[in-house]
């Protein structure tokens, strides 16, 4: 079963407008940071933030060049946090031009070079010879009942994945914007499955993922949960498996990994890996 590429260029499109204005903001955070005397320290801080959530948008929308360098910039900055103001300050000098070899790349952030898109029409093109196996009835009525809980920093990421779910027959569908407000949502909504992003303010996917692994949070201790990630470290990954994370989906995450994890779940034959 394939997403429908018309709902997705949509908002891919949408994605594709709005990234200049992204980026600017960015640049506005370096370009006023005497003016306005903010400590290096908190304009990297806020830099960090926004490379990262930046970067996994990026990759979710399928341009992966735009979201290596994001999480390039990212990478840096988060090495620096920790050092003293002075040398926070001239990283950020190196930011800034970094962030100008990003700017060069808007010409290209076009909806008909998203790999997301590429993909999902040659899917679609090709579906009658090389598609998945469409679920089995037991499976579809699992997925019309499934409720989901979606977290991601995004809304362009949350907005994509929406769409991407229904497509599976899963109807009971609920998108927050943190960790938090994930902690918040399951009060009402008892999800079955949540995916989530990895790195989220101001509590992280890590935090989440021990406040209901330990039976801190009013649903099962043992809820699946299945993180996406841009992050490459497999020691990392694993690390986080082995505390309890279900499985880690590099993004961009293919609709057809994404609905063989979560029916892999429904079958009780998961095992905790890395796609």
């Excluded at 293919?254 to 892999?264: A, G, K, Q, W």
């Amino acid at each position: 079963m394939y997403q429908d590429p018309g709902a997705l260029e949509i908002i891919i499109t949408r994605y594709c407008e709005s990234i200049a204005n992204q980026l600017r903001v960015l640049h506005d955070l370096l370009k006023y940071r005497h003016s306005t005397q903010t400590p290096p320290r908190d304009v990297a801080t806020n830099l960090h933030s926004e490379a990262h959530r930046m970067s996994g948008a990026a990759h979710c929308m399928g341009f992966r060049e735009l979201g290596n360098r994001l999480a390039r910039i990212e990478r840096k900055l988060k090495k620096t946090l920790s050092k003293r103001q002075s040398d926070i300050e001239e990283t950020l000098k190196d930011i800034e031009f970094r962030l100008g070899e990003v700017f060069e790349l808007l010409k290209d952030i076009r909806p008909e070079n998203s790999r997301v898109l590429q993909l999902l029409q040659t899917a679609r093109n090709s579906r009658d010879e090389n598609s998945t196996a469409a679920p089995t009835f037991s499976e579809a009525a699992q997925l019309l009942h499934l409720r989901m809980l979606v977290a991601d920093d995004d809304v362009f990421v949350r907005d994509l994945l929406t769409p991407t779910l229904e497509s599976m027959g899963i109807r009971k569908i609920h998108a927050v914007a943190s960790g938090l407000e994930v902690l918040h949502a399951i009060n009402e909504f008892r999800p079955d499955i949540i995916v989530t992003d990895w790195k989220m303010d101001p509590i992280s996917g890590f935090e989440l993922l021990q406040c209901i692994r330990s039976g801190a949070s009013p649903i099962r201790f043992d809820t699946p949960l299945i993180f996406f990630t841009g992050e490459e470290d497999r020691s990392f990954q694993q690390m986080a498996l082995s505390n309890g994370a279900d499985r880690f989906l590099r993004k961009p995450v293919s609709p057809d990994i994404l609905r063989s994890s979560i029916i892999n779940i429904l079958n009780g034959g998961f095992s905790r890996k890395t796609a």
